[in-house]
T-cell receptor
Framework: GESVGLHLPTLSVQEGDNSIINCAYS??????FIWYKQESGKGPQFIID?????DKRQGQRVTVLLNKTVKHLSLQIAATQPGDSAVYFC?????????FGSGTKLNVKP | DAGVIQSPRHEVTEMGQEVTLRCKPI?????LFWYRQTMMRGLELLIY????????DSGMPEDRFSAKMPNASFSTLKIQPSEPRDSAVYFC??????????????FGPGTRLTVL
């Protein structure tokens, strides 16, 4: 499959632990943010989104936190499972254009 | 729904040849996006369409690249002539939104292009 970069930051966690993946975005005018998961050989898959009028949103086992003051986004995965192993991207949107971060590789150790 | 469909899944061609990548968006989606993903540059937006009309092609690397959307269910990305540095995975994505901020984009499986 495809890897995003030779020097992707990597987060290794034990199965069952919680994972936190961080992302810094660049444009203070961005008003919509998405986290994507990309497994080897596949296209990015939507996980969760958040609009700029919120600071927290929860899904099933995932939570996204938005700190507009420091332009920071985080993805929390509860009870990480081997199937969570993938590259995770954050994306910011401004006027219908998305800008993707370089990604973080999550390794889940059994 | 079958999701976004892309073809071919893999393409190997020689430098100088024309390459055409195809995409069928999710039915009812009115936005279509073409992205390129490489190891060095990550995921880059090339062009996007709204209701079959190209809105922003500022990400298209050069004149060798062109994209069309003749109808709501089909789009092509063409590279002519192709060069080795065009080798990448090309993704098509579609979304449904009429708001200021685009709704969630759904990605196809990608076309892995190798130019020898």
């Amino acid at each position: 499959g495809e890897s995003v970069g030779l020097h992707l930051p990597t987060l290794s966690v034990q199965e069952g632990d919680n994972s936190i993946i961080n992302c810094a975005y660049s444009n203070s005018a961005s008003d919509y943010f998405i986290w994507y998961k990309q497994e080897s050989g596949k296209g990015p898959q939507f996980i969760i989104d958040i609009r700029s009028n919120m600071d927290k949103r929860q899904g099933q086992r995932v939570t996204v936190l938005l700190n507009k003051t420091v332009k920071h986004l985080s993805l929390q995965i509860a009870a990480t499972q081997p199937g969570d192993s993938a590259v995770y991207f954050c994306a910011e949107s401004n006027f219908n254009k998305f800008y993707f971060g370089s990604g973080t590789k999550l390794n889940v150790k059994p | 729904d079958a999701g976004v469909i892309q073809s071919p899944r893999h393409e190997v061609t020689e430098m100088g040849q024309e390459v055409t990548l195809r995409c069928k968006p999710i039915s009812g989606h009115d936005y279509l996006f073409w992205y390129r993903q490489t190891m060095m540059r990550g995921l880059e937006l090339l062009i996007y369409f709204n209701n079959n009309v190209p809105i922003d092609d500022s990400g298209m690397p050069e004149d060798r690249f062109s994209a069309k959307m003749p109808n709501a269910s089909f789009s092509t990305l063409k590279i002519q002539p192709s060069e080795p540095r065009d080798s990448a995975v090309y993704f098509c994505a579609s979304s449904f939104a009429a708001r200021r901020s685009t709704d969630t984009q759904y990605f196809g499986p990608g076309t892995r292009l190798t130019v020898l």
